[in-house]
Each structure stands twice: as C-alpha cells, then as structure tokens.
C-alpha cells in the first residue's frame, strides 16, 4: 500500500534540492559572466542566492536527521532568512540604482538585520527550541520566544522593497527596464506567497508545507528575467548556453527523480511493467542527447563563419589600402594620385566601421545601454526613413507602395536605434531586389499592437535559412552571392533592438525567388 506520506516526504525533500542545485547553476553562470567585473549588482545577487541555497539544503537535512537536538541545530541554519532579506534589499536597490539615494533606509536594514542574527545565535532557544515530529515529518520546527520578532522584520522588510520596486515598475517608460521590473516583481510575490506556506505548520496549523518547496520556482522567473532583459549583463552566446544549461539540468534532474521513485511508481501503478521506467528514461536521454550534440554543432557552424567572416572581410580593405599606397609611392599630385587618396580614404573608413561592429557586437555596450525611449508616431518615424531612400529605390528602378491608411499609432521608441532597425530591413531589400521588382511597406494596429510590414519581390529565403538569418554572422549562400559585402550582423542587431524595445521581427518567405516579408511587432501606446 503507497504511503501518501513518504509521497509529501520525497517531494518536498527533492524539489528543494532541485532547487538548491539550479540555484548554484544560476550563481556560476553570473560569475563566469560578470568575472571581469564584481559590482554591487553582482555580489549582492550572488549572496542572496548563496543563501537561499543555504536555506534549502537545511530545510531537507533538518527535517531528516538522526535526533531532535541534531533537527534543531540543523534548523538553525534557517537564519539564512535574514541575510537573504538584506542582500535581496541591497540587490533590488541596486537594480534601480538607488542604493544612494535609500542608504539610510538600507543601513537600517542591515543593522536590525545583523542583531537580530546575532541574537539567535547567541541564544538558539529565542529562534527555536527541540524540532517535534510534526504531520508526516520526522522532525519539525519548534519556534522560539522571539521568533515571531525576526518574522514580522522579514515581512516588514520584504514588503518595503516590493514597495520600492513597484513604484519604480509604474514610473519608469523604458520596456525592457519595465519587464526587468515585472518578472523581479513576480519573483518576489511568488516566493513570499509560496515560500511562506512553510510557516503554517510552525505554529501548528495544519496545512502540507510541501507546497512551499515549489518556491524554488523563483528562480527561473530570475533566469528569465537574466536571458530575455539582460538583467545582469549577460552575453549573447552564454546566454544560450546557461539555456541549455538549465534545460539539461532539469531532464538530468527529472531521470533522477523517476528511477529513484521507482518504488513509489510501482507501488501507484501495479499493472505497469517494471522495463516501462527505464524504457522511458532511456528515450529521455537520447533525446537529451540528439538536442544537445545539435546545438553544439549549431555554435561550432557560428564560430566557424564567425572565423571565415574575419579573415575575408579584414583583407578586401587592407588590400585595397596596400595598392593605394603602393600606387601613391610612383604617383603624387595628379588625377590618379588623387583617386588612389579617395580609395585610401575609402578603404579605411571600411575597417573602421568593420572594426566598430565587431567590438560592438562583443561587448553589445551600444545595443544595451544608452537608451532614451520617447513617444513616437509610427507612421511619422517611416515616413521619414521611407524619404532618406527614396532615391536608391528610384536608382534601381524598384517599385516602391506604402499603405499607412490606419490611423496614426504611437509607439514608445529610441529614434537614433529603431532608425538603424528600418534602415538594415530598407537596405536588405534594395539589395536582394532585382530591377524592375517591387516593394511595399504597410503599417497596420490591433488595440495593442503595432506592425511594420515590408515586403518585397527579391531573391527569398531558403526554408532552412530562415531560422538561422537572425543569428550572429550568419549568411545564406544565395546572399553571399548577391552581395559580397555583407557581413551578416545586420538583422542580428535589428532583432536585438527590436527585443530591447520588447518588440520582434519575424520573417516569412515561400522559397528563393519567391520573395520575403519582414514584419516588426511593437507595443502601442495606450
């Protein structure tokens, strides 16, 4: 017969120790990432984290020991609640950039914070007395003649800065800062409503706190927060490998879960064969397997165009600047020594700006920071675009419609950025646009959404390219041909802005010579 008890018992004990370990990932992540540069943001984070990890462990292993006395002392490590508090304080203000401005309130913090740690490791008995069997737990908390104080100043605490940050989420325009905002308050609210279902049973409440060991649940809504908002600075490429990270964690966590429930599951299901388990854990793992060899090998394709990508284009310029200057050694001050300075000129404003790109998209210092959203009326900002390559559509005797026949939308932007979005989806379209086809622009709303759609007759895209073109460097062969000059780092940063925006760019095409479609999604102004 399946005791429902020891059921509550495994899941409370594995899910917290799940959640210490994606804890540790997240920590390792942000060190490797951020190891050049330790700022408040970072240590305050990682301390934070370090001790919810502290936390969960203590919580399994005191609920699991040998005897009472041993229960408590484990259990004492539950003061970890504290320090989680005040760096969770310290790391939010942070976020905001307000830790000067809140230093006496944070002050504050952590010195109440600090006695009362000191106060329960001085005198355990105020924190908590001889853990007691406790529902289906071996051992549970007893609390102490204070612990009810360092309670209400975590409450206190806790609600001071959701405080704090949700005034910030309602003042601030900036989208990307307002979802970082959104996601942290979501994380917070769900650890404290989930998290405190522990505390019920405490003072003998009769409520399962197994539920609070989904709290751990936090943590991806953080990780979330890191991957889509660059929270902490994230870099592209690790970026996607912590989500791979994460995703082979957890299958690797669910394998381990289900042969170790074994028992359990054939206790539940008595009919089900005992091959039925391993069969599927054995597919899990292939497929694990086919899905992470396939990224790897997706990244190894990245680098190697990244290495091709450096080695062509760094040499057509050098190579015209050595003919140039060769040619102005034999020839000075006539029409051809003055050709041969143009070509100098122009040649070396090629590698500049080569050379700009690249430390651009390594550090992403110009795609992440420097921002200034403003209210912008959509048809008005395309309108504009629309005029500065007017000519070049003429030139190359393209058609060229617009349909703005919605009414005006307004959109929350950075001009100078979404300028460089229309101007890289313009030039793609002149230049993989035969003469004589054409190109269409229409911009169209829901009630909360705002479109941009540019379509063109042009060369299309390959099925199989289409996932890839908004990747790093990545070209398709039949625009390789078409223009030699590309570097494949256009729609790359067109898709990166459109995110900081918290819009997107999507694509669409039936094949090559079938043409494209790229359509640009924004949030109105309501």
């Known amino acids: 017969m399946l005791d429902i008890s020891n059921v509550h018992l495994f899941t409370h004990n594995s899910t917290y120790l799940l959640g210490a370990v994606l804890n540790i990932i997240l920590v390792c992540v942000v060190l490797y990432v951020r190891r050049h540069k330790i700022d408040n943001l970072v240590v305050t984070f990682i301390l934070m984290t370090l001790s919810v990890v502290v936390f969960q462990v203590s919580q399994v292993l005191g ?7 041993i229960s408590r002392k484990i259990f004492m490590f539950n003061l970890a609640v504290i320090p989680i508090q005040v760096f969770m304080t310290h790391w939010f203000l942070a976020l905001m950039g307000k830790t000067k401005e809140k230093h006496r309130a944070l002050t504050i913090v952590y010195v109440t914070g600090s006695i009362l740690f000191l106060v329960h490791v001085i005198f355990p008995e105020t924190y908590l007395l001889d853990s007691i069997p406790k529902l289906y737990f071996p051992f549970y908390y007893e609390p102490g003649s204070l612990q009810w104080v360092t309670r209400t100043w975590f409450h206190l605490v806790g609600a001071y800065y959701f405080w704090i940050l949700l005034r910030a989420y309602r003042s601030t325009i900036d989208p990307v800062i307002k979802n970082r905002y959104l996601f942290t308050l979501l994380a917070v609210l769900y650890g404290f409503i989930i998290g405190e279902s522990a505390v019920f049973l405490i003072y003998d409440i009769q409520f399962d706190p197994m539920w609070s060991s989904f709290f751990s649940v936090y943590t991806f809504l953080i990780a979330y927060a890191i991957l889509r908002y660059q929270l ?6 690790i ?3 912590f989500v791979y990270g994460v995703l082979i964690t957890l299958l690797v966590g669910f ?3 289900v042969n170790s429930s074994s028992e ?4 539940t299901f008595p009919l089900l064969p005992n091959w039925i388990v391993l069969v599927v854990s054995s597919i899990i793992a292939v497929i694990l397997g086919i899905v992470t060899w396939s990224k790897l090998q997706e990244n190894d394709h990245i680098k190697y165009q990244f290495i091709t990508v450096i080695a062509h284009k760094f040499r057509t310029p050098l190579t015209q600047t050595r003919w140039a200057t060769e040619e102005l050694a034999r020839i000075v001050k006539d029409p051809d020594g003055i050709r041969n300075m143009s070509y100098i000129k122009e040649s ?18 110009d795609a992440i920071d420097g921002y200034h959203f403003e209210a912008a009326s959509l048809p008005s900002v395309v309108s504009i675009m629309i005029k500065r390559f007017q000519g070049a559509f003429e030139k190359k005797k393209i058609r060229f419609s617009v349909d703005m026949s919605t009414s005006d939308v307004r959109v929350h932007i950075d001009r100078n950025k979404f300028n460089i979005v229309l101007q890289t989806l313009f030039e793609n379209s002149i230049a993989y646009t035969s003469t004589g086809g054409s190109v269409e622009v229409r911009i169209s709303s829901t009630s909360h959404k705002a479109y941009i759609s540019i379509i063109d007759t042009g060369m299309g895209i390959k099925k199989e390219d289409l996932s890839h073109i908004f990747s790093q460097f990545y070209r398709a062969d039949e625009a390789r041909l078409k223009d030699t000059e590309g570097l494949g780092v256009g729609l790359f940063l067109a898709q990166f802005i459109m995110k900081r925006h918290t819009g997107k760019i999507v694509a669409h095409s039936k094949g090559t010579g079938k043409g494209s479609e790229f359509i640009l999604t924004l949030p109105r102004v309501l």
């Not at 359990?264 to 206790?267: E, Q």
């Open 348 to 365: 070396n404003e090629k590698l500049i700006n080569l050379v700009g790109i690249l430390l651009e998209l390594a550090e992403k210092k």
């Open 232 to 237: 902490l600075d994230v870099r592209f490429l």
């Open 255 to 257: 394998l381990v879960l």
């Open 239 to 241: 970026r996607r490998a």
């Open 264 to 267: 359990l599951i054939k206790d």
């Open 63 to 69: 609920a699991n020991a040998a005897t009472a006395d």
